[in-house]
């Protein structure tokens, strides 16, 4: 009868896992619906495009994008990313009208610094489009800034549908006006409204939707909730925030380094290849993250452990990355060549080169939310630091001793393989930790 009975009661909470394993693959299979069609419908275009834009043109677009990425990364001061951590719901409303109030201070920011130093900024880098820049870089600074901080939100409140609606609605936006402005012949900025059109879009879309939110976070009394809340995620702004701009650097501080060194060329060949290889990390690898992060969240509130969810999205993206990235090591060049034309020949080369990059970014895709459950942010900004820098010091080192920039990428895709293996390891370990053990060591390092 005890055997029975330990049976029959094990049943059911091998019930609930199943049931929770469920909802998790359907979840990741809404937001990877919508992704997937966001990010194939420019892919299934760059044939066209990168017939018609040159790497000049690419290069540009690339600045743009590494100067938002870097000013993105700060839009919020990583407020955003507490937003799903709350117990209660009026906290996460409290913290997400902050995260908004920030983003639309860093735009003003963005303003003043194009009028400040616009024009020796351009200079330096070969811009140049900087009237366009001066409209479009803070026009997206706000628009991709409350973009990110509401897909948070409303991962918080699981509507990944309308999530992964806002983001076939960008993608769809941005390839229709980017083609459009090109045979109306406004090939020297088509690339950056183009950009501009489909983040507002989808940005519009969401908030449209937030009115709600909005409104509750406008009661009386919203400041002192706002810097109550504040307080208790003070390490976002101080530990997250540093961890994001070492690892946005490392990807995209590179474009600026390459630009200085190498020409606005060389600049387009990088952004193009890197916009081929993202595709996987931005198809799979975000919608994992977001639901990864809302389940690892749930669950360590309510004291589960998060090891075996961590351990599988590992797994698994580890197998996808093999069977993705493994063939572009070998056949980029020959590929580009043939689906771009003979112009994106040296593209080819810098992806076949930075797949093992891509690889090691595609398995680490949920890394930073463990630590962000765990709150040990600070902890995991001092073991990638070393990472997130190699790439742009390794460019660097070879733009000063006037090595091929091909060389320096090699040496960096190298060194961060290895890197990855251990921050992975160190990942893995930081799982196995309760919530309270964790909030403990996360009080010592204080």
Known sequence: MTGEGSRGSARPHRL????????????????F???????LLPLLAAPVLSRVYTPDHFGELGLLMAALAILNNASSL???AAIMLPTEEEDAVSILGLSTAIVVFFTVLSVGFLLAVGDPFAAALGIGQLDAWRVVLPAL????????????????????RRIAIAQVSQSVTQLTTRIGLAFAGFLNTGLLWGTLAGQLVSAALLAARQRPAFAAARVGGFWRRARRNAAPYDEFPR??????????????GVVFVLGAFYGIT?????????TVLAKPTRLIGSAVAQVFYQRAAQQDTEGESIEPLTKQSIFYMGLLGLAIYVPLLFASRPVFVFVFGEMWAD????????????FSAFVSATHHRVAIVKRRQRAFMFVTIGQNMILPLAIFISGMLGYPYELGLTCASLLIIAYTAYATWWILRLSKTSAGSALSSQERVR
């Open 239 to 252: 530990y997250t925030l540093w961890q994001g701009l070492f690892t946005v650097l490392s990807l995209h």
């Open 347 to 358: 593209a080819g080369t810098v992806a076949q080169i930075m797949a093992p990059v891509f």
């Open 16 to 31: 609930v896992a199943h049931a929770q394993g469920s909802a998790f693959i359907r979840d990741v299979a809404t937001l």
């Open 266 to 274: 060389v600049v387009g060949f990088y952004a193009f290849a890197m």
């Open 78 to 80: 990583q407020y955003a």
């Open 33 to 39: 619906t919508g992704t997937s069609i966001s990010q």
């Open 141 to 160: 600074v706000l628009s991709a800034g409350l973009f990110n901080t509401i897909v948070i939100w409303e991962g918080r409140r699981k509507n990944f």
